[in-house]
């Protein structure tokens, strides 16, 4: 059974930056691949990026393009998410999860594993 625990959330001020780091244990998600969601309150959970099993290939959601970059150390069984430029309106829970499938995808229900969040506040 595959278990992510997320980290290196916290607060920080507008324009900021955090790096969200996601380990994988109970199994290797090299074949696995990778994404980031976040939740805000009183909202749905909304896929913000994923990544291929190899790294290969990679998708964002619109409003964060330019500004996160989603990478993976297949050794290390880890998963990043760094943020740069960071706006108030990207306050959320954020959680890492792996899906079964070689190719990214953005679909939520595609995904089988699930960390338990990491709280991403941003002030204005």
């Known amino acids: 059974q595959v278990q992510l625990v997320e980290s290196g959330g916290g607060l920080v001020q507008a324009g900021g930056s955090l790096r969200l780091s996601c380990a994988a244990s109970?199994?290797?998600?090299?074949?696995?691949?990778m994404g980031w969601f976040r939740q805000a309150p009183g909202k749905e959970r909304e896929f913000v990026a994923a990544?291929?099993?190899?790294?290969?290939?990679?998708d964002y959601t619109d409003s964060v393009k330019g500004r996160f970059t989603i990478s993976r150390d297949i050794a290390k069984n880890t998963v990043y998410l760094q943020m740069n430029s960071l706006k108030p309106e990207d306050t959320a829970v954020y959680y890492c999860?792996?899906?079964?499938?070689?190719?990214?995808?953005?679909?939520?229900?595609?995904?089988?594993?699930w960390g338990q969040g990491t709280q991403v506040t941003v002030s204005s």
């Open positions: 990544i291929s099993w190899n790294g290969a290939y990679s």
């Open positions: 999860a792996a899906a079964r499938t070689l190719r990214y995808t953005v679909v939520r229900a595609q995904y089988n594993y």
């Open positions: 109970g199994g290797t998600v090299s074949n696995y691949a």
